[in-house]
């Protein structure tokens, strides 16, 4: 007789009774998982144990009329890790993103997220992912903020309208002590308001909404990109001022010089040094096109900047191994592409809860294994 082996699967309301939505309990788990990150007690995929992921991408173009085709943000994604420390855990985020999805009441990418026992490799929980990975996305700039933001801030800019600038929004607030005003820049003028609004109310700041970007980031000291890709985002180097901090969690070009004098903090270098090595392999004329930061990995290549090796993460900052904000006149790049360590790491927190709190529903994987030993 084999063990028996069960799993808890979590819906999303669940999470959200387990806690999942509550952004200020995520920073503090996320700053530890900065911490593991920088200390190097953590594996992620390929042969670096850095890698982001496994991307599925589909054809440009295909002989087969049920073959999805590339798009932009048209993708699915596998992404493991296992997460050390407290956590000791394996486990894997699987979504897909298709843009057009809000049209048909979906969200663009539908997420869910597997634990794993690190030893046995048996299955811990299967949970509805969206949340976990809006959160733990919008997190980050609460992290960023805590170490790298100017302690007055006052004017915070949101790019995107989307429920992750939502989630960044939310972090930065209750990060960004001084907070003021927010402002919501969005294609939609109807989007932005809203988010505006809702953001306003929640944390008691002046909000509005626009669709003209380069006034609301001029006085901006703290900037958050989280757009979708529908429309490449473009801004100059003297839009950004004296002392702010933008943040990447989508992507975004900025002229060159400001890349150049501004200093850059990554989320983790090591998985930028994978992306980085991955556009090598690319035929020249299709490097450094698609991705967060690769306006950075070209300028590396082309000699304008040092190696990605020799950049600096926020764990390091966190763990002050590394310099963070020297001086209030200083400009911060943040650039997150976005870590399974940190799904496998909030998960891992919200099925603790809801294991705590009897939520959920045990699922049976056998009472002993038909292929046991
Ligand atoms: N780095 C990470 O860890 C991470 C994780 C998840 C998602 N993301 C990225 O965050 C981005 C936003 O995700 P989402 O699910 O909220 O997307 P979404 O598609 O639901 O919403 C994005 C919003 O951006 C707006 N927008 C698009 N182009 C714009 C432009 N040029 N100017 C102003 N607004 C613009 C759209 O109108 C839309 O309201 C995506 O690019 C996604 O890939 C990053």
Known sequence: ????????????????????LDSARCIDVEEELFRILSAGDYVMGGDKHNAHGIALKFPKE???????????????????????????????????????????????????????????CEPLALMSGNLISSVRTGCVPGVATRHLARKD??????????????????????????????IVVDLFQEKADAFAREMGEKFGLK?????????AVRCADIVSVAASSVKPIYMKNDWLKKGS???????????????????????????????????????ENERFINGIGVQIYRMMYEGKLPPITESTSLGDVINGTRPGRESEDERICFITGGLPVWDVGWGYEIYSKAKEMGLGVELKLWDSPYLNG
């Open 207 to 215: 909000a509005r909404g626009t669709t003209e970007m380069e006034s």
């Open 1 to 20: 007789m084999g063990k028996a082996t069960s799993f808890l699967y979590l819906n999303e309301e669940d999470m959200i009774k387990a806690g999942v």
């Open 153 to 182: 801030a006052k004017i915070c800019t949101c790019i995107g309208a989307g429920p992750v600038s939502k989630a960044c929004a939310e972090a930065i607030a209750l990060e960004a002590k001084n907070l003021e005003e927010l």
């Open 62 to 120: 295909s002989p087969f009329p049920n073959m999805p085709i590339d798009a932009p943000d048209r993708r699915f994604m596998a992404m493991p890790a296992y997460v050390g420390g407290r956590f000791h855990v394996a486990g894997q985020k699987w979504y897909g993103s298709n843009i057009i999805n809000p049209g048909r009441g979906l969200p663009r990418s539908i997420l869910m997220v597997m634990l794993n026992d690190a030893d046995t």
């Open 245 to 283: 901090v933008i943040m990447f969690t989508g992507r975004c070009n900025i002229d060159e010089e400001y890349f150049s004098s501004a200093k850059i903090v990554w989320d983790h270098a090591g998985m930028h040094e994978v992306y980085y090595d991955e556009h090598l392999q690319l035929p």
